[in-house]
């Protein structure tokens, strides 16, 4: 199941903001809204930072500094200025030029309550104090240092309370620290920010989606329902959500409403593209319960059967309590079959769009097999070790599809093939979009007790009909055994939508 949602890194360009908020008066940026001193001691302060920002020597920027300093605390506690937002503003742009985070964002606070149309002016300073901060904690986590990742962005938090960004990369680094209990609160935290702006709904909808995910994966199932009923009162008719859903109404034992919902998805199969209809059909053929634990309603039934007056013979307790385990089992298989069904559904919609993904065809094998559908099984089979001839997942899948259809001759080459005979195992970890094309990862591992002869591994990257948009080569060497051979493949075209190898 995917959880977390791919969020690209933001760094913010200071020079910029920085160079855009001091191009006036010399090195000083006026407030962008009506602000007038009103009085002698706030007007000094002003006149203070002013100087300060035009300096270029730092003895006498320090003194400016201190002055206003003064002058702003004064006109606040004796000069009868507690209610004048210039003066509070003012003293926030001093903490500002002093780089005090926790002053600024009392003095604004202040600001903002007597003077609201201040706001917009006093965000952009806000954000000029919280980029520095923020691309620190980025630069963090691109060093893997969690626990300074997680300082800066707090602080950052703390500084634009107002935007979910700090929020939303705070629960992505608990997330992978697998602290997921403080994931969830940063990304509910991160959704309750972004739904009071519109021009966060992007964030709120990956915040809501990310939430619900971990709700689900950790078992939180009634959140996790009311987190996905919340995105879709947001977002309606999102098919990964509504299958995520009714994955969530299968878990808590309402089949009928999980049924409803994916007939629901599937119904408007040919509005989706081939990985959204994946992603669906995965979650539905994973929706299914495990096999019911029979052993304590058989013995529960026991126990009852031994207490019934006349006695039951020991026959009739059998037969009594056999037919309570076997309606279980029974009413399992066809709630599974039916769920298996819907699920070939999607997964058959997402191949009539690109027939040549290893994982929908490996899923989709999957269903027919345990569907009992033996023709399927097989012609599903071989299309996928067409593609993907030499993995050891593959092969296996091959040999059951024999085994489906009596294929004795058929079922044992191949499993002897997977499990002794096999020159090696390819594995192929990751198959990413980049800008250029795709990005691949894979692995060569050899399974046996020899190290195998070098080879070559040519692979052809192609669109959804087949048509190869780029070939690439990987070297394989001498593997001793047990050990692997790992390989990186870049090819380039937008249009690449699957991959296919052979050995040479």
């Not at 090195?27 to 007038?36: V, Y």
């Not at 249009?495 to 040479?504: C, D, G, M, N, V």
Request: proline fraction near 4%.
């Amino acid at each position: 199941m995917r959880t977390v949602r791919c969020l690209a890194v933001l760094l913010l360009g200071m020079g910029i903001l920085a160079g855009r908020l001091h191009a006036q008066s010399g090195g000083w940026a006026g407030p962008k809204c009506e602000l007038k001193p009103g009085h002698y001691l706030v007007n000094g302060g002003l006149l203070h930072l002013q100087n300060a920002a035009k300096t270029k020597f730092d003895d006498q920027k320090r003194k400016e500094l201190e002055d206003a300093q003064k002058n702003l605390t004064q006109a606040l506690t004796t000069g009868g200025q507690e209610k004048n937002p210039a003066a509070w503003y003012y003293l926030g742009r001093y903490y500002i030029m002093v780089n005090d985070a926790r002053g600024m964002d009392t003095a604004f606070t202040r600001t903002e309550a007597l003077k609201p149309d201040c706001k917009g002016d006093i965000d952009i300073w806000r954000r000029y104090l919280w980029a520095p901060i923020f691309n620190a904690g980025i630069a963090a986590i691109q060093a893997k240092n969690n626990d300074s990742a997680i300082a800066s962005l707090r602080r950052a938090s703390f500084l634009l309370p107002a935007d979910p960004t700090s929020a939303k990369y705070l629960a992505i680094v608990f997330y992978n620290a697998g602290q997921q209990d403080s994931a969830l609160v940063y990304f509910r935290r991160a959704a309750d920010i972004a739904a009071k702006d519109p021009k966060f709904a992007q964030d709120r909808k990956d915040a809501l989606y990310n939430l619900g995910r971990i709700q689900q994966s950790t078992q939180k199932l009634p959140e996790a329902q009311a987190t996905y009923t919340e995105f879709l009162t947001v977002y309606p008719n999102d098919p990964e959500i509504l299958a995520a859903l009714g994955s969530v109404y299968m878990q808590r034992g309402n089949k009928d409403s999980a049924f409803s919902i994916y007939r629901q998805i599937i119904a408007k199969a040919d509005s989706m593209g081939w990985m959204s209809l994946l992603s669906i059909g995965v979650q539905i053929y994973q929706s299914v319960p495990q096999e019911p634990d029979t052993s304590a309603a058989g013995s529960g039934c026991r126990t009852q059967a031994r207490g019934v007056r006349p006695a039951l013979t020991m026959a009739r307790i059998k037969a009594r309590c056999d037919s309570v385990t076997r309606e279980m089992y029974r009413a399992h298989t066809e709630g599974s079959k039916e769920t298996y069904k819907l699920a070939a559904q999607a997964l058959d919609a997402s191949l009539k769009l690109n027939p040549y993904y290893r994982e929908t065809l490996l899923y989709r094998v999957n269903t027919a097999e345990v569907l009992e559908d033996s023709a399927n099984a097989l012609s599903l089979a071989r299309r996928l070790v067409t593609i993907d001839p030499m993995s050891r997942q593959s092969i296996r899948m091959m040999a059951y599809a024999y085994q489906l259809n009596g294929k004795v001759d058929s079922t044992i080459h191949y499993l002897r093939l997977a499990d002794s005979t096999m020159l090696a195992d390819v594995t192929i970890s990751q198959f990413d979009s980049t800008d250029e094309g795709r990005e691949v990862k894979g692995l060569v591992t050899n399974a046996r007790d020899k190290s195998n002869a070098p080879f070559k591994l040519v692979f052809d990257f192609v669109n959804t009909k087949g048509e190869a948009l780029a070939t690439d080569t990987v070297q394989v060497a001498a593997i001793q055994p047990g050990q692997s051979q790992p390989f990186e493949l870049k090819p380039k075209g937008p249009s690449i939508a699957a991959w296919r190898y052979r050995k040479e």
